[in-house]
């Protein structure tokens, strides 16, 4: 074949079409403050999109992706937010014409954000005292925040980021990609993971009643960067897995949203990913039945999952990003690890419908020289 750039390549793979080899498109973790203490930040360029993509491309020939930033929700004109700290609690209170919302955890050194309690964060998880989704009156609450972007000035500061990231994308010939729709991840987020877990078997009409106000936000979301041009969306469905929920509940909950969501994306000749790691063998079905082009980071190599199967369901319709384990492989100084995982990524999945990555991505903490061993033993097989 001909030589592809990689906006070409990442795209033919996603497809399962023919490629002139198989692409590799790093996700890079800089991760939190929190996160890096009593470690040594290993990359050698900085914490920004430009400084990865630049160093990543023009170094090391990676098949970059670039992420476009994104302010998924906008609230109604006349909500408003306060926070109070006391006796080592964070409470924050938005304050609608439904009512108060309120969240309240418990404040640690671990802690990231500061003075405020986000909706949507997995290091609110085990630390709720009071969550932000418990009742219907919370939902009516959410009805006035989880708006989608609507005014001149809203849409212009989305169009700018989008405009940012594509110049780039452009300067190195990569493809542009939205992540936005979270579903049971953000509504875990929201609930804690074992409220939740109770709360789809004892009230499933509320959590079936959030999905719904979600998903008609992130179809919003992805109906603007659509018409902006972006080329993949990231579905987020990380913890929508059997590590949580049966295949039954899992498919009741979201298959005929996330079809919806891949239906828009088709029509506007664009592709679809979903991001999913682990607690993904008992769902293959499920799976199969989403009219998804690409699964991001399922782990191969996660004790009690079975990518071979995973390749044997799926592998006709959808193309994989997987790779060496970020929590298996990559925080361990051991190069030689690193390339027997690649090459038996290679072995799973083939050469075709195949984007290598790390799973579900490299880290600040983790060796840099792992990095360098998957990108060079991906050279030699691609």
Same mark, same amino acid.
């Given at each position: 074949m001909s030589e592809m750039n990689s906006r070409e390549r990442v795209l033919a793979a996603m497809q399962r079409k023919p490629v002139d080899y198989v692409p590799c498109s790093l996700f890079i973790n800089p991760q939190d403050f929190v996160q890096r203490i009593g470690y040594t930040y290993q990359f050698p360029f900085g914490p920004t999109s430009p400084e990865i993509i630049s160093y990543?491309?023009?170094?090391?020939?990676?098949?970059?992706?670039?992420?476009?930033?994104?302010?998924?929700?906008?609230?109604?004109?006349?909500?408003?937010?306060?926070?109070?700290?006391?006796?080592?609690?964070?409470?924050?209170?938005?304050?609608?014409?439904?009512?108060?919302?309120?969240?309240?955890?418990?404040y640690d050194d671990n802690w990231p954000h500061g003075y405020d309690v986000p909706f949507f964060s997995d290091y609110t998880i085990g630390k709720f005292i009071q969550p932000w989704l418990e009742t219907e009156a919370d939902l009516e609450c959410f009805r006035h925040i989880l708006k989608p972007p609507s005014t001149a000035d809203e849409l212009d500061k989305l169009k700018f980021g989008w405009n940012v990231t594509k110049r780039l994308a452009d300067k190195f010939s990569l493809p542009t990609m939205l992540s936005a729709g979270m579903g049971l991840t953000g509504a875990q987020? !929201?609930?804690?993971?074992?409220?939740? =877990? +109770?709360?789809?078997? *004892?009230?499933?009409?509320?959590?079936?009643?959030?999905?719904? &106000?979600?998903h008609e936000l992130t179809m919003k979301n992805y109906e603007i960067a659509l018409d902006f041009g972006v080329d993949i969306i990231r579905r987020n469905g990380f913890y929508e897995s059997c590590d949580f929920y049966s295949p039954t509940m899992l498919s009741n909950f979201l298959k005929r949203r996330i079809n919806d969501e891949a239906r828009i994306t088709h029509e506007a000749g664009k592709l679809i990913s979903y991001t999913v790691l682990?607690?993904?063998?008992?769902?293959?079905?499920? !799976?199969?039945?989403?009219?998804?082009? =690409? +699964?991001?980071?399922? *782990?191969?190599?996660?004790?009690?999952?079975?990518?071979?199967? &995973?390749?044997?369901?799926?592998?006709?319709?959808?193309?994989?990003?997987?790779g060496p384990s970020d929590t298996i492989h990559m925080p361990w100084d051991d190069q030689d690890v690193i390339r027997n995982a690649v090459e038996k990524t290679f072995d799973i999945y083939g050469k075709t419908g195949l984007i290598l990555s790390a799973c579900s991505s490299a880290k600040a903490i983790h060796p840099w020289t792992n990095t360098i061993a998957l990108i060079e033993t991906w050279k030699n097989l691609r």
């Open positions: 990543l491309v023009e170094e090391h020939g990676v098949d970059m992706i670039a992420s476009v930033p994104w302010q998924t929700y906008y609230p109604e004109a006349g909500v408003s937010s306060s926070v109070s700290f006391a006796d080592n609690v964070i409470t924050k209170t938005w304050t609608t014409p439904s009512g108060d919302l309120t969240a309240r955890i418990k987020q !929201l609930i804690d993971s074992a409220p939740i =877990c +109770l709360m789809v078997m *004892d009230n499933p009409d509320l959590v079936d009643a959030y999905l719904q &106000l979600e682990t607690g993904y063998t008992p769902m293959l079905d499920h !799976l199969a039945s989403l009219d998804l082009d =690409c +699964l991001f980071s399922p *782990d191969p190599f996660f004790e009690g999952e079975d990518p071979v199967a &995973l390749k044997r369901v799926c592998g006709d319709t959808k193309a994989f990003l997987s």
